[in-house]
């Protein structure tokens, strides 16, 4: 391929491929049931002028003068390709193709979901009474500040000074001292409106920020020196990897290999009523391999709850050999007065998984900061607590104080 041909390959390929990438988003947002994604919708990143001053971009970084003046006439091609109308309110067949797949779409997640949750009801009535809009059920149930209770409370600030900086790493401060241009506006905006309404919501985590990293990466610029570009770079691999490590490998990293061993573990859990787990992630059933136990998530409710759900575990009679299982991490100190002497209660360790870090466990409000990290880094581990009922003591005593 001649050097000149460059731009006109790349107008070809360039059509081609920003149809599919907005296909592509569409897809994505359509299959992913979490109500908050729309709120980061950019629009502008596939508007004309955008695409021009990128490809513009592109080929005026990347070819030289000569090839440039060259291939004057095919980029005035390229060119004149953006200046077409692209907006479908020009093109009303569009605009109702576009309405009809997503009518259809719409129907066939409601009809997907609602035979899943209601396997054994009447297909055709439940569509038509009760249907299960995934979405919406995901908007009420994260209304109700009562619900988030069970998953944990965070200051709304939570977002702004701890989830976009772990998620942005070293490319925060280029977002405040980068130049900005026109095109980037739009792309900015909706990434920070998107995080500001999800920041009135109680409950926030960094993974609900997500779709907004695309969007801020995308309006940041490098820094003009190499020699600042090579030491942002080198930071920008370093922050990513350590991240991956620390997110991918321990954080809630316990998980699952717990849920193996107790699926393993079928004469250990022959005389349990229960497995409880607490403050870990959704622990998958189907690693159980078999084995019946009942599994029951508690997610964060607090420690008075815990106690009281233990005790509800065990049958009117006491009975030496039963017992209940829990599960939850090492730095959970709380747990430290139920297996220092319970009146009532009395816990075994089991077994434990060291690579196991809490980071939803920070609390760096009441206990600072260095007390917060080496509570969570210094009691890494999920422990397996086996909890018998002493049959002496009087039933009904709950111990003072919570979590």
């Given at each position: 391929m001649e050097l000149g041909d460059g731009p006109a390959n790349f107008g070809q390929q360039g059509e081609s491929g920003i149809r599919w990438?907005?296909?592509?988003?569409?897809?994505?947002?359509?299959?992913?049931?979490?109500?908050?994604?729309?709120?980061?919708?950019?629009?502008?990143?596939?508007?004309?002028?955008?695409?021009?001053?990128?490809?513009?971009?592109?080929w005026?970084?990347?070819?030289?003068?000569?090839?440039?003046?060259?291939?004057?006439?095919?980029?005035?091609?390229?060119?004149?390709?953006?200046d077409k109308p692209l907006?479908?309110?020009k093109r009303p067949a569009?605009?109702?193709?576009?309405?009809?797949?997503?009518?259809?779409?719409?129907?066939?997640a409601i009809t997907l979901d609602t035979t899943f949750y209601n396997p054994n009801a009447p297909l055709l009535s439940t569509l038509l009474q009760t249907p299960t809009i995934t979405p919406l059920n995901s908007l009420l149930y994260n209304s109700q500040t009562t619900n988030l209770a069970s998953h944990g409370l965070h200051p709304h600030y939570q977002h702004l000074i701890a989830s976009l900086p772990l998620l942005l790493g070293p490319s925060l401060p280029l977002l405040l001292t980068s130049p900005k241009q026109k095109s980037?506006?739009?792309?900015?905006?909706?990434?920070?409106?998107g995080t500001a309404f999800l920041s009135c919501i109680p409950h926030q985590e960094p993974r609900f920020l997500l779709p907004a990293v695309p969007l801020i990466l995308s309006s940041i610029h490098l820094p003009h020196s190499k020699t600042r570009t090579r030491y942002w770079l080198a930071s920008w691999m370093i922050f990513n990897a350590g991240f991956g490590v620390l997110m991918g490998v321990y954080h809630q990293g316990g998980v699952v290999p717990v849920q193996i061993w107790l699926g393993q573990q079928k004469d250990v859990t022959a005389n349990m009523n229960e497995v409880l787990w607490w403050r870990t992630y959704s622990p998958p059933i189907w690693l159980l391999d078999h084995n019946p136990i009942k599994t029951t998530d508690l997610m964060g409710i607090p420690f008075l709850s815990l106690q009281s759900k233990l005790r509800a575990s065990f049958s009117a009679n006491c009975d030496p050999t039963e017992s209940v299982g829990l599960v939850a991490p090492?730095?959970?100190?709380?747990?430290?007065?139920?297996?220092?002497?319970?009146?009532?209660?009395e816990m075994e360790e089991l077994w434990r998984y060291s690579r196991h870090l809490n980071l939803d466990d920070l609390d760096f409000g009441e206990e600072g900061v260095?007390?917060?990290?080496?509570?969570?880094?210094?009691?890494?581990?999920?422990?397996?607590?086996?909890?018998?009922?002493?049959?002496?003591?009087?039933?009904?005593?709950?111990?003072?104080?919570d979590w």
């Open positions: 990438r907005s296909h592509m988003v569409l897809i994505i947002y359509s299959n992913d049931p979490r109500f908050s994604l729309p709120l980061f919708w950019d629009s502008s990143s596939y508007s004309e002028s955008s695409i021009e001053s990128r490809s513009q971009h592109l005026h970084s990347h070819a030289s003068t000569s090839c440039r003046n060259f291939s004057a006439s095919r980029y005035h091609k390229l060119s004149n390709l953006w907006t479908i309110m569009s605009l109702l193709a576009l309405l009809c797949t997503t009518l259809l779409t719409t129907l066939f980037s506006h739009l792309t900015l905006l909706s990434a920070l409106s090492y730095s959970s100190t709380a747990l430290d007065e139920l297996a220092g002497g319970d009146d009532e209660l260095w007390r917060t990290v080496n509570r969570v880094l210094g009691r890494r581990g999920l422990v397996v607590w086996r909890i018998r009922r002493k049959c002496t003591a009087p039933r009904g005593q709950i111990m003072q104080g």
